[in-house]
């Protein structure tokens, strides 16, 4: 991405313009990557594009809430793999679309939802994902008047491909052609043909799926998951893993456990719990809350855990969360605070050390 020629175009683009680190707007609420190692930052009303010193705002393209939106931290965010197109979709109780951002031709493209859930407010998307190459955007819940439902559309035409039942956390093949989800209502471990969503695979593995993550190639899944049934505490608090899937039929090809005494959980804006990987750098983000082994009540504290995909802890970061992203060269994951009783900051560590390297200042706060 040429972002700083992308700046000067920008100053016509937004009225904020692009600038120094003292931008003190919105909420970091979602973090990401882009494969040159640019760090992009969600801010509920905008999306910010970093230098991959972190020395700059190259980028800031305005994503503005209607004015009868739902509390921000509704907002879902995607980034696609490459890096060159983004999707926001803002809960509000007047239309239903996703916003489609070209971070190279800096275009805004709307795609249409269809109606408005049941109950308009109370139910919109729960989350949204873009392909690889941004061709394709997956909505989860909240749309065509049933919530449960999800749907795939092509981003350049708007045109919706297929609908289904719900199914959540998807990953796609680098080809685009397949995805994987967890569906049969957070049972099973399910692929879809992206372009027809006929079901190709349709398996309920012996751990529970907590949330889908990477695939490093077209054979495998990588998912965070807990036991089932046991072991789990008095307070049903089951241990995480990281678990490898063969795609071809759904068999454990790896699997190792998290520490002892944490939980998987992630606050906001959809309830599901925080694992993101990076396919360049082997290495994934996942956000554990800590509980009291002898009381079990908790948490008595969180952190960011980087780890390889062969299940070595690399770091381990003593730190709030609400989205985690780890560089594609793997030196650095960054942590959007959000709205979970943060100060609404992104910050960046070193993974080597679990150093702080920078704190990116955003002024929304917590909910």
Known sequence: MRTRILCAILLAFAATGCGNLNDNL????????????????????????????????????????????????TDVFSLSDDGTTAAVIHANGSHNHAEIYSLST???????????????????????????RGDLVFVIGGTHSIPSLTQM???????????GDWSATPVFSADESR???????????????????AI?????????????????????VIALTTAQPAPCTPNNICPPRITSYATADGSVTRQFALPANTYA???????????????????????????DPVSYYGPIGSSVQVWSTDGTLVQSIDTAFNDAAVSPDGQFV??????????????????????????????????
């Open 26 to 73: 919105g909420t970091a609420i979602y973090v990401r990557y882009t494969p040159d190692g640019h760090l992009v930052v969600f801010a509920g009303d905008r999306i910010d594009v970093y230098s991959p010193d972190l020395d700059q705002v190259e980028a800031r393209i305005p994503a503005p809430a209607p004015s009868d939106a739902i509390w921000p931290y």
């Open 334 to 367: 960054a942590v959007a605070l959000g709205s979970n009783g943060s100060s609404g900051n992104a910050v960046v560590y070193r993974v080597s050390d679990g150093s702080l390297v920078r704190t990116l200042h955003y002024g929304g706060g917590p909910f």
């Open 265 to 291: 959980l992630e606050y906001q804006p959809n309830g599901l719990p925080l694992f993101r990987c990076s396919t360049a750098a082997g290495l994934c983000a996942v956000g554990l809350l800590i509980y």
């Open 200 to 220: 190709t695979l349709d398996v309920t593995p012996a751990s529970t799926l907590g949330r889908l993550g990477l695939m490093p190639d077209a054979s495998t």
């Open 106 to 132: 800096l275009t805004k493209t709307l795609v249409d939802l269809g109606p408005l859930p049941y109950s308009n407010r109370d139910d919109p998307p729960d989350d949204v994902a873009l392909s690889p």
């Open 153 to 163: 559309f092509n981003t350049t035409t708007g045109e919706n491909l297929w609908t």
């Open 179 to 197: 995805m994987y989800a967890i569906g049969g209502r957070w049972n099973n471990l399910q692929g879809f043909d992206t372009q027809s969503g």
